[in-house]
């Protein structure tokens, strides 16, 4: 099984930005999709971004705008650019891959957005 591993969370000012890494043990293109997801206390996980095999790329509506996802191959790598950011994104944020039904997730990164 795939494993997924998040870098680049930390604590940011509102308005500043942050970028989070994704490193994938297997070839990124294996996947149908990959993703970005998040989990705030008492909360449901929800979709952040995530990015097909075609390069198409979905936004949750809270994102739009803000963030970025893109890929790189070669690296076996997604990554989130995240810009402006406000209280409200902080939570953990969790890289995820699926593969027909199946779905495979990282161990979580925290993000918090204060200051």
């Known amino acids: 099984q795939a494993q997924l591993l998040e870098s680049g969370g930390g604590l940011v000012q509102p308005g500043g930005s942050l970028r989070l890494s994704c490193l994938s043990s297997e070839n990124i293109f294996f996947f149908n999709t990959m993703g970005w997801y998040r989990q705030a206390p008492g909360k449901e996980r929800e979709l952040v971004a995530q990015?097909?095999?075609?390069?198409?790329?979905t936004y949750g509506d809270s994102v739009q705008g803000r963030f970025t996802i893109s890929r790189d191959g070669a690296k076996k790598s997604i990554y989130l650019q995240m810009n402006n950011l406000k209280s409200e994104d902080t939570s953990v944020y969790y890289c995820?891959?699926?593969?027909?039904?199946?779905?495979?997730w990282g161990q979580g990164i925290p993000v918090t957005v204060a200051g």
């Open positions: 995820s891959a699926r593969v027909l039904s199946r779905t495979t």
């Open positions: 990015i097909n095999l075609s390069g198409v790329t």
